[in-house]
């Protein structure tokens, strides 16, 4: 094989594995993260809707709380008519169950956006990889055949 068309296959192997690989594991992470956070608000949405149909807001309820390795304490909620949501940068503001649920549902939505942009990020650099798979196989071809 050429020497010239040798060096650029390793130059476009090396730009594979070492930056367009990185970069697909790169975003798969934060397409996970995006999709944990999903779920976390739809447990929240759901614990939420539980909580406006029973009346437990009035009432309060009883429940556990893990106070570190796994050792639990009971606890007891006098008034669960208000909620704490973290709103970004380690800021907490009390919300009514209602409104929680508004800006919960907002952030399911931007969360979403994200993911189909995460995505469709992903598919592209999929397609960068296998494109230059096939060059690869092209200038490898060209040269196996003269």
Not at 85 to 102: K, P, R
Not at 112 to 140: C, F, G, P, V, Y
Request: glycine share 4%; no cysteine.
């Amino acid at each position: 094989m050429d020497p010239q068309i040798q060096q650029k296959v390793l130059q476009f192997e090396t730009f594979v594995n070492d930056v367009l690989k990185a970069d697909l594991a790169k975003l798969a992470e934060k397409l996970d993260a995006r999709n944990t956070d999903v779920t976390e608000f739809l447990q929240l949405k759901s614990m939420i809707t539980t909580f406006q149909n029973t009346n437990v807001e009035k009432t309060g309820f009883k429940t556990k709380v893990d106070i570190g390795n796994n050792f639990f304490i009971q606890a007891h909620v006098p008034d669960a008519s208000k909620i704490l949501l973290d709103v970004g940068l380690g800021h907490y503001i009390e919300f009514t169950l209602g409104e929680a649920l508004v800006v919960i549902n907002i952030r399911i939505k931007l969360l979403e956006q994200q993911i189909a942009n995460l995505r469709s990020a992903i598919a592209r650099t999929n397609a960068h990889i296998k494109l230059i798979l096939i060059t690869i196989r092209d200038l490898q071809g060209m040269r196996e055949d003269v």
